[in-house]
């Protein structure tokens, strides 16, 4: 799978203020809506979003922890 679209769906995700951003409470949960609500709220994060978006472009995900150091472009 290409990283432009990981960056896509990153992108979009990050250029969404919830400040601003109203929703309506029936949006359903398990949509992309429902997930941003529950990030407003403090229910979900941004990571679990995220990761749901990737999965449904690709059907093997696999989620990496590990640390992000600013200096390199190294996930060590």
């Known amino acids: 799978m290409c990283v432009?679209?990981?960056?896509?769906?990153?992108?979009?995700?990050?250029?969404?203020?919830?400040?601003?951003?109203?929703?309506?409470?029936?949006?359903?949960?398990d949509t992309p809506l429902?997930?941003?609500r529950g990030i407003k709220f403090g229910t979900e994060t941004y990571h679990t979003l995220f990761l749901r978006l990737c999965r449904c472009v690709v059907s093997s995900?696999?989620?990496?922890?590990?640390l992000y150091t600013v200096h390199t472009d190294v996930v060590l």
Do not use: H, P
């Open 4 to 29: 432009c679209v990981y960056r896509a769906i990153f992108r979009w995700i990050t250029v969404k203020d919830l400040n601003v951003m109203e929703f309506d409470e029936s949006v359903k949960q």
């Open 34 to 36: 429902g997930l941003l």
């Open 61 to 66: 995900t696999a989620e990496v922890l590990g």
